[in-house]
């Protein structure tokens, strides 16, 4: 009986012996091999989320237009007076030959006004000698139908541009002729030697 019992506690202790070897050697298969130096912590990097950009409220300044100067054009003033009960439609001003072509009349009675400045002294009218009239200052409106291209009329001042019998009889400028013949459209063909100006207003009833 005593062998049997110290073969079993032999028996006994050569298991224990056997499964402390195995569990040491299942412990040092899960654990990794030390190289002697200690493990270098793993640094990770939080990722920063991108940012978005807060919407801009502040209010949008115009973009200023680029601004086009714009020259007035004053209105032709005339020298010629104003008449009561007629307003001017048209004013003409030169010195020589010129041509205005459509001018309307839109009205059947108008006035025409002129009037003109001599530069020399002296007149000569439509009744002169004609080898004379390259000197004498002159003036000659003729008014011309647009439409059908026939004269209306021809207009000289009365007694021709004679300053110096001005001078002695009174100026009896400015001149008007009438005309009971309008709702038209007219060509002024104006002829003047000898100026240094001259005006034509054209006017009808307010």
């Known amino acids: 009986m005593v062998g049997l019992n110290i073969f079993t506690r032999m028996k006994r202790v050569v298991l224990l012996i056997l499964l402390v070897a195995l569990t040491a050697a299942v412990i040092g298969c899960t654990q990794p091999a030390s190289s002697g130096a200690p493990a270098a912590p793993v640094q990770t990097t939080a990722e920063t989320p991108a940012l978005t950009p807060a919407p801009d409220t502040t209010p949008e300044t115009p973009t200023p237009s680029p601004t086009t100067e714009i020259t007035a054009v004053p209105a032709e003033s005339s020298e010629i007076p104003a008449s009561t009960g007629l307003t001017t439609i048209r004013t003409i001003t030169g010195i020589g030959d010129e041509t205005v072509t459509n001018v309307s009349v839109p009205s059947s009675y108008w006035e025409l006004w002129y009037t003109a400045d001599p530069l020399t002294m002296g007149g000569q009218d439509a009744q002169s000698v004609a080898s004379a009239s390259a000197v004498f200052p002159s003036l000659t409106i003729t008014i011309v139908d647009h439409d059908t291209g026939k ?35 007219y060509d002024f063909d104006i002829s003047g030697k000898n100026l240094r100006s001259y005006t034509l207003d054209i006017r009808v009833r307010s």
């Open 151 to 185: 004269v209306f009329d021809t207009v000289q001042p009365p007694g021709g541009l004679d300053s110096t019998l001005w001078e002695r009889v009174g100026d009896p400028r400015p001149w008007s002729q009438k005309y009971y013949s309008g709702n038209a459209v």
